[in-house]
């Protein structure tokens, strides 16, 4: 079993920045891969950026040069660096891990290789 408790929203102006925060705990190995992932109200939840336990990244279009995703191992502690927000960047985000045995070997944004979730963190950006 794997929790996830997600910290660090908020709600902040466009341009400008928050750091999320995903606290992990139990089985490493379902650990593979770490992700975060976002839903808008109204839309369907997409991936915004991945991380694998080789350190390769993945990050959607919409983010990419903006956002930063990062873990440290000894914390057991995952974190979204979200710089430059826009108003469409508003939305639920979510910590996502994923294993080989869910289909997660490489770092990825496919939803459904992702077994276990956090509750979510609001990020809200106005403009």
């Known amino acids: 079993q794997v929790q996830l408790v997600e910290s660090g929203g908020g709600s902040v102006q466009a341009g400008g920045s928050l750091r999320l925060s995903c606290a992990a705990s139990?089985?490493?190995?379902?650990?593979?891969?770490m992700a975060w992932f976002r839903q808008a109200a109204g839309k369907e939840r997409e991936g915004v950026a991945s991380i694998d336990s080789d350190g390769r990244e993945v990050y959607a279009d919409s983010v990419k040069g903006r956002f930063t995703i990062s873990k440290d191992n000894a914390k057991n502690t995952l974190y979204l660096q979200l710089n430059s927000l826009k108003p469409e960047d508003t939305a639920m985000y979510y910590c996502a891990a994923g294993s080989p045995a869910t289909g997660c070997w490489l770092a990825s944004l496919v939803l459904r290789w992702y077994g276990y979730w956090g509750q979510g963190t609001q990020v809200t950006v106005s403009s």
């Open positions: 139990g089985n490493t190995y379902s650990r593979y891969c």
